[in-house]
């Protein structure tokens, strides 16, 4: 046993026990970067990482919060070499199919799982939209163009500049320019 003091409150015990309190803060602060909408079925999905009869290791539940939370925060989701689109309700949906179906092999090793089951759901949303693009342009409705983008008003001058007018066509546009008198 190699002992340690704590410098708050004096109490004394093994050096472990103080490691493992900097695991646990680790965790929190994992934790506490995933939004609030996920947080029940995240502690419920890192249950399925947990061996049978033994507690989840405080490092691991630190590094499977902070992937997660990396994964989460980037809004994304890639698998394959292939990128979409995962805003916080699409994870939600994730983690509810995960822990409503389970995979039969547990506990779980890492986030491929998940991740998997988010880039499935990411994958169906965007066919649908592509689907709704292709109905609107069968049934001829046009989105309408976006207005152009301005430039942001710098400190101490006027409005922003605006995208050059076109200029009128001219009469003789298209004829070949008049000689010049020397």
């Known amino acids: 046993?190699?002992?340690?003091?704590?410098?708050?409150?004096?109490?004394?015990?093994?050096?472990?026990?103080?490691?493992?309190?900097?695991?646990?803060?680790?965790?929190?602060?994992?934790?506490?970067?995933?939004?609030?909408?996920?947080?029940?079925?995240?502690?419920?999905?890192?249950?399925?990482?947990?061996?049978?009869?033994?507690?989840?290791a405080l490092s691991k539940t630190a590094r499977l919060l902070a992937e997660l939370a990396e994964a989460v925060r980037s809004a994304q989701v890639t698998r394959r070499g292939v990128t979409h689109v995962a805003p916080v309700e699409l994870w939600g949906a994730a983690l509810d199919v995960v822990l409503n179906q389970p995979p039969d092999a547990l506990p779980l090793t890492g986030h491929g799982?998940?991740?998997?089951?988010?880039?499935?759901?990411?994958?169906?949303?965007?066919v649908r939209r592509e689907q709704a693009i292709d109905e609107r342009l069968r049934q001829g409705r046009r989105e309408a163009p976006s207005p152009p983008a301005f430039l942001p008003k710098r400190e101490n001058e006027g409005e922003a500049p605006s995208p050059p007018a076109f200029l009128p066509k001219r009469e003789n546009e298209g004829e070949a320019p008049a000689p010049e008198a020397a």
């Open 1 to 56: 046993m190699l002992p340690g003091v704590c410098p708050g409150c004096g109490l004394r015990a093994d050096l472990d026990v103080f490691c493992a309190q900097a695991e646990v803060k680790q965790a929190l602060a994992a934790a506490l970067e995933l939004p609030a909408s996920l947080a029940g079925r995240v502690l419920r999905y890192l249950r399925l990482f947990s061996p049978a009869n033994k507690t989840l």
């Open 113 to 126: 799982y998940l991740y998997q089951v988010a880039w499935n759901l990411a994958e169906r949303s965007a």
